[in-house]
């Protein structure tokens, strides 16, 4: 399922204006499909080589048989032996290189590659390592370093077009920003039912992509899991997390941390009210469907095999599934505002170690607001007993049984319309 963009068009004008090009996207976040789509345009020769998870010689015999398919190729000593064979040729060339990272051993080649690239050639680099693009963007000889974003709650709305929008944003919360998971939704079922089917069933392909691709280059993966189940959906911050996890302060839960983000599965932040205050720095998982993996089914994999779908769900995650829904949900509303109101700032906010998961900054002034996801629509007596000496908005999942003139009121179709 291809689902087009705007990142779509941004990207077809990069590849048309730069010769060589680092790609950043996370695992299976769709970088693979807009790169093809886009290459589908170009007239020059392409060859898309993909490395894999094994030894750089049955890496180097694949590309070689690739290569064969386009010019002749008997055998080739390096990588750059072979990108030679079409850097040499007068007619012009898009070389690719898919998941880079899975041969960083060869860094240096592929600095050579991209120095003395020919006037003819293209080349595009592609990782699902934040840590190795990082690395690599500081080549001199790169003209364009670009990040492929994972998909907005606006953008993902897409894998379920046919849903009402608060189910669109129920779906959203909990299935996240990545293609790879979203394509496993079916929009006919109820979001209890694809829960089950999609992060419970024993057979689910979701189970090797959390535990294992998404943590492909994290040494080791045990303290990986233990911070992303620690972390959950929640935002905390290193006093938070350090006695949780380890009892004593020896620089380990640092490193992992710098692993993590180095991976693109976490990030750290600071409220808005706190912009570079490193004391008040939160760490938090990044997409939806990696935070409720963490927080409901990892922690009890050993009674997937023990228990039905059905039992396990209303065991493990039926009873704090609102709880889930409303924090993520915090995250779509801080993008609307970003996005539709222009705020300056859009994020969490603390009050005094109170942190509001969805604020925002516009015109000098903080505006914090109150999430509600309770049955029935929301009272003017609840929104006036709720007390805050900062603006207010109230997001209602069922909508409001009142208008008022002095403050945001928002519901889920708010969210799915642009502001005019």
Request: charged letters at 30%; proline letters at 2%; hydrophobic letters at 35%.
């Amino acid at each position: 399922m291809y689902i087009s963009r705007k990142v779509d068009r941004e990207f077809e004008k990069i590849i048309e204006n730069n010769d060589a090009i680092l790609i950043y996207g996370f695992f299976k976040s769709g970088k693979s499909t807009l790169l093809r789509n886009a290459l589908k345009k170009r007239k020059e020769k392409t060859i898309i080589l993909t490395a894999k998870e094994s030894a750089y010689e049955k890496n180097l015999l694949a590309f070689a048989e690739k290569a064969d398919r386009l010019i002749s190729v008997e055998k080739t000593s390096s990588l750059f032996s072979l990108f030679s064979l079409f850097n040499e040729r007068e007619e012009k060339v898009i070389f690719v290189i898919e998941e880079i990272e899975n041969i960083r051993k060869q860094e240096d080649e592929i600095k050579r590659m991209l120095k003395e690239r020919g006037e003819n050639t293209k080349i595009i680099l592609t990782t699902a390592s934040l840590d190795f693009y990082n690395d690599l963007s500081s080549s001199r000889y790169l003209d364009k370093c670009s990040f492929i974003p994972t998909f907005e709650y606006s953008e993902a709305e897409s894998f379920y077009s046919k849903l009402n929008s608060k189910d669109k944003l129920l779906f959203y919360s909990v299935f996240g920003s990545l293609p790879y998971v979203n394509m496993l939704i079916n929009e006919e079922e109820s979001l209890k039912k694809n829960i089950r089917n999609i992060f419970i069933a024993k057979s689910s392909p979701i189970h090797p992509y959390m535990l294992y691709e998404i943590t492909k280059n994290i040494g080791k993966r045990s303290y990986a899991y233990d911070i992303l189940s620690e972390l959950g959906s929640e935002y905390k911050t290193y006093s938070d997390l350090l006695p949780s996890l380890y009892q004593e302060n020896n620089g380990l839960l640092d490193k992992q941390l710098s692993v993590l983000l180095g991976e693109g599965l976490i990030e750290k932040i600071n409220p808005i009210n706190k912009i570079g205050n490193r004391k008040s720095r939160y760490y938090c998982i990044k997409d939806g469907a990696v935070a409720f993996y963490y927080s409901y089914i990892y922690p009890y994999l050993d009674e997937i095999s023990e228990l039905s779908e059905k039992e396990f769900f209303e065991l493990h995650v039926e009873r704090e599934l609102g709880l889930f829904t409303d924090r993520m949900i915090s995250r779509a509303l801080n993008s609307y505002f970003k996005r539709t109101y222009m705020a300056d700032e859009s994020g969490i906010f603390d009050d005094d170690g109170v942190v509001f998961n969805s604020s925002f900054l516009k015109n000098g002034e903080y505006t914090l607001t109150f999430i509600r996801t309770n049955d029935g629509k929301m009272t003017s007596d609840e929104a006036e007993g709720i007390k805050c000496k900062y603006k207010k908005a109230f997001f209602s999942l069922n909508g409001f049984d009142f208008n008022a003139f002095d403050v945001e009121l928002l519901s889920p179709k708010d969210l799915y319309k642009e502001r005019i």
